[in-house]
């Protein structure tokens, strides 16, 4: 039996990201609200709203408004973008950096603290554990290091609360409360960084398909899984 899990639906038009540029490529896209950010392979962050409404015939539509979009100025892909809405933040990787940019202005904003540099991935715990409504808990990988950091993003700070080993260096997470569910590079994992305690999962094959590690739930991820699961 088919069964149709999702329907694709026209929001933003290319012309509305490339202008007149030849080739622009979407490497990330992050949605807060009706707020649309897509990072792009030329350093920009476009920012859309997004306004809902149905078809004559019945059918949900889209129209997006471009409101605004920076250049980074790195010359090179945005790589993640995380939206931190309870700040007005949003959490960007370009160039091996985390950057904190304001959502609405795009403009960085000043932190101190941790300066994360030779980052490689990065997640938002969307289950926090600090019980602090006003920052944002993150884990990060660093190039060469077997291990991931997990920090509070702040107004005006990132904090590091604690660095956790793995048996080698993540090449995806996502987080869930204490839980972080890790690909390495021929398997997944989970590792509660309260405990220690630590869970194999499964194997894949990281020459026939990029790992995917997704939160959808609490206490529940979404992995790709061999034979195209």
């Known amino acids: 039996m088919s069964v149709k899990a999702f329907e694709l639906v026209p929001a933003v038009e290319r012309e509305q990201v490339m202008g007149e540029k030849v080739r622009i490529n979407i490497e990330c896209i992050e949605c807060s609200g009706k707020h649309l950010y897509l990072g792009t392979n030329d350093c920009f962050i476009h920012h859309f709203l997004l306004e809902e409404h149905t078809t004559a015939k019945g059918k949900l539509a889209y129209k997006a408004q471009k409101l605004l979009h920076k250049y980074l100025g790195l010359k090179k892909?945005?790589?993640?973008?995380?939206?931190?809405?309870?700040?007005?933040?949003?959490?960007?990787?370009?160039?091996?950096?985390?950057?904190?940019?304001?959502?609405?202005?795009?403009?960085?904003?000043?932190?101190?603290?941790?300066?994360?540099k030779g980052v490689t991935a990065f997640c938002i715990n969307e289950n926090p554990v600090t019980g602090d409504a006003f920052c944002v808990e993150m884990a990060v990988v660093l190039a060469r290091r077997r291990a991931v950091q997990i920090c509070t993003v702040h107004e005006d700070r990132v904090q590091m609360l604690k660095e956790v080993t793995t048996p080698?260096?993540?090449?995806?997470?996502?987080?869930d409360g204490y839980?972080?569910?890790?690909?390495?590079?021929?398997?997944?994992?989970?590792l509660n960084y309260s405990t220690g305690a630590s869970q194999d999962l499964f194997p894949y094959d990281c020459e026939e398909r990029k790992p995917i590690v997704k939160r959808i739930g609490r206490e529940e991820f979404l992995l790709a899984a061999p034979g195209g699961l």
């Open 179 to 190: 839980n972080i569910c890790l690909a390495l590079s021929t398997q997944y994992m989970i």
């Open 77 to 116: 892909p945005v790589a993640e973008l995380k939206a931190a809405s309870a700040l007005e933040r949003l959490i960007v990787l370009c160039d091996s950096n985390i950057t904190v940019v304001d959502m609405v202005t795009l403009e960085p904003v000043p932190t101190g603290g941790t300066k994360l």
């Open 168 to 175: 080698e260096q993540p090449c995806a997470l996502s987080l």
